[in-house]
């Protein structure tokens, strides 16, 4: 029986499992239903009809994100900007959200353009001060965004004290747990409402899958809401994508393991640098969100940054430098990447120029030295 105190890497690879008792001659791996069509019954409201209402895939991939998560529903999409489009579009109209300073640019931009038209409003907060969050708030305020550690600048939010200043509030707590993993950190049983998850990343982890996906820690009228978006309006993942994620996931624990360990040595071998200024790493002890980081992350993760010494032209050169470690956006997969992160943000950026964000994959941390070594003869 496999429930909440079974242990997580057991439950990655066992909570999709069906509830009734296996016979023999059953399949071990549950195959992809790649039919859209069901029977129907005279009628039970929970049968599996259509697809893109429910699947089984889609079931089971819920279940493992539910479960690993400490939540009690999930509503699985087709990438993670979807599943954040359909947090902000289960509001209604006027109501207030308030976002870190920080946080990852397509998100900042489904909030302050996107859904604009909508009659959402938004306003940022440096969230590494939650005394600032709570002035923040104003009547028409209905939810708190929170992205930690966040993207591109690895800053840490408390998300106790801010799910603190929500319950005060009223307000619900959102938190994009993308770069974490539920491995390394865990909102829900910290007091958040959702979490939210780009499975393109750390949760497929093989950069070649696109999902995203809400986890909620109780069903309320507002996840309700969020369920009928995502069966209505149709950004669902394939039974392809539920099944190829499910795999990854069995993984995900020993892979996160390895993450976290390699971008500790590449953070601290960064930091000694003569080529580098800064480097942006919650594991390090100089990091202003090290001891908030400690509290509530298992482990620091896989993602750094960090300045070049040099401006523009030099973080484009050092990415194009590397061999090993491909210069691509995304992140999380088991081969290193690493991008010249202004160029994919657009002209409203903060993001300091020569910013290069590095997601540290599984190869062995000596051949990514040697490889950083290489595009640092750039500089
Ligand atoms: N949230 C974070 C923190 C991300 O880094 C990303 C993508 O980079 C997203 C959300 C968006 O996810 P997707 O690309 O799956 O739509």
Redesign the pocket.
């Known amino acids: 029986m496999i429930d909440r105190k079974t242990s997580f890497e057991t439950r990655a690879i066992h909570a999709d499992k069906q509830r009734t008792k296996p016979s023999a001659g059953d399949p071990v791996i549950y195959p992809r239903v790649n039919s859209t069509v069901f029977r129907m019954s005279a009628g039970n409201d929970d049968d599996i009809i259509y697809t893109r209402h429910d699947n089984p895939n889609r079931r089971q991939l819920e279940a493992v994100l539910s479960s690993l998560e400490g939540g009690v529903a999930c509503a699985a999409f087709s990438?993670?900007?979807a599943a954040?489009t359909a947090i902000v579009q289960s509001l209604l109209p006027g109501d207030h959200v308030l976002i870190p300073e920080n946080l990852?640019h397509?998100?900042r931009k489904l909030m302050q353009t996107i859904m604009k038209p909508w009659g959402l409003k938004s306003e940022t907060v440096d969230m590494t001060r939650p005394e600032l969050l709570e002035k923040a708030v104003r009547p028409e305020t209905r939810l708190v965004w929170v992205?930690t550690p966040s993207?591109p600048l690895l800053q840490i939010t408390d998300i106790a004290e801010v799910a603190a200043i929500c319950k005060r509030q009223n307000l619900l707590l959102v938190v994009?747990n993308?770069?974490p993993s539920p491995v390394n950190q865990q909102p829900l049983l910290l007091g958040a409402d959702l979490v939210m998850h780009?499975t393109?990343?750390y949760i497929g982890g093989h950069s070649d899958l696109?999902?995203?996906a809400v986890i909620a820690k109780s069903e309320n009228e507002f996840f309700d809401k969020i369920r009928d978006i995502q069966r209505s309006a149709g950004a669902v993942p394939s039974p392809d994508d539920c099944w190829l994620m499910l795999r990854s996931i069995r993984t995900l624990p020993y892979r996160m393991k390895g993450h976290n360990e390699h971008a500790g040595v590449i953070a601290e071998y960064l930091e000694q640098r003569s080529s580098v200024e800064k480097v942006y790493y919650p594991g390090l002890k100089g990091h202003p969100g090290h001891a908030v980081a400690k509290k509530q992350m298992c482990a620091s993760g896989g993602m750094i940054s960090f300045l070049v010494k040099g401006d523009r032209d030099a973080a484009a050169r050092v990415v194009q430098g590397s061999s090993l470690i491909a210069p691509v956006t995304?992140?999380g997969g088991v081969e290193s990447t690493w991008e010249h992160r202004i160029r994919s943000e657009g002209p409203d950026t903060a993001t300091p120029a020569n910013l290069i964000r590095l997601s540290v994959g599984l190869e062995h941390p000596d051949d990514l030295i040697a490889d950083i070594e290489l595009a640092f003869q750039q500089l």
């Open positions: 990438s993670g900007m954040s990852y397509g998100t992205e993207n994009d993308t770069w780009s393109s990343k696109l999902g995203g995304s992140l």
